[in-house]
């Protein structure tokens, strides 16, 4: 079946640090791509997104890239601060569709 | 601007009973989408809701679940007789009218524990 997936499930990176989080997704027909937040004990918060007729879009302090050839997404956060540990969702869609599908997650651990 | 509210926090059930998890979407949101999530996982679709009408039910097991989003009060997930398998993190979302499933909004969640 098609799902979202994550190369890494757990990440640290030292305080200061950039941070790469990456996603694969299977169902090229996906149109619409998240990255959520999701701290210990609280529901996802939207982070950043993009549409597939973009490859690139920046945030404050994040950017999300989407390579629809390799059908790879990835969150890159600058200068990561210990407010940024979290796990990370990317969750993909279509636009007619109502099953926002979330991957596993990535669990980022900012050492001080 | 009270962002999406859900309550209880936590709900505890013995196997047999029935839970009910409500669903307060932000002011001005007309979808509500009810997911699930177990430790370490990600989020699970279950349903979508517009007042009064159930438009995606795909997500959800075809028995004991039931959901409903009034045209007053709260979106409510019904689980009747619980069993332990449906102890997980169920998170409710909104989003506006014209966004459709998108920049979903999410509530803290309700743990459900069967015992």
């Known amino acids: 079946g098609e799902n979202v997936g994550l190369h890494l499930p757990t990440l640290s990176v030292q305080e200061g640090d950039n941070s790469i989080i990456n996603c694969a997704y299977s169902n090229s027909a996906s149109d619409y791509f998240i990255w959520y937040k999701q701290e210990s004990g609280k529901g996802p918060q939207f982070i950043i997104d993009?549409?597939?007729?973009?490859d690139k879009r920046q945030g404050q302090r994040v950017t999300v890239l989407l390579n629809k050839t390799v059908k790879h997404l990835s969150l890159q956060i600058a200068a990561t601060q210990p407010g940024d540990s979290a796990v990370y969702f990317c969750a993909e869609t279509l636009d007619n569709n109502n099953d926002m599908r979330f991957g596993a997650g990535t669990r980022l651990t900012v050492k001080p | 601007n009270a962002g999406v509210m859900q309550n209880p926090r936590h709900l505890v059930r013995r196997r047999g009973q029935e839970a009910r998890l409500r669903c307060s979407p932000m002011k001005g949101h007309s979808h509500v989408y009810w997911y699930r999530q177990l430790p370490e996982e990600g989020l699970k679709f279950m349903v979508y809701l517009q007042k009064e009408n159930i438009i995606d039910e795909s997500g959800m097991p075809k028995e004991r679940f039931s959901a409903e989003f009034p045209k007053e009060g709260p979106s409510i997930l019904r689980i009747q007789q619980v069993v332990r398998g449906d102890s997980a993190a169920y998170f409710c979302?909104?989003?506006?009218?014209?966004?459709?499933?998108?920049?979903?909004?999410f509530g803290s969640g309700t743990q459900l524990s069967v015992l």
């Open positions: 979302a909104s989003s506006p009218p014209g966004r459709f499933n998108e920049k979903l909004f």
């Open positions: 993009i549409r597939s007729n973009m």
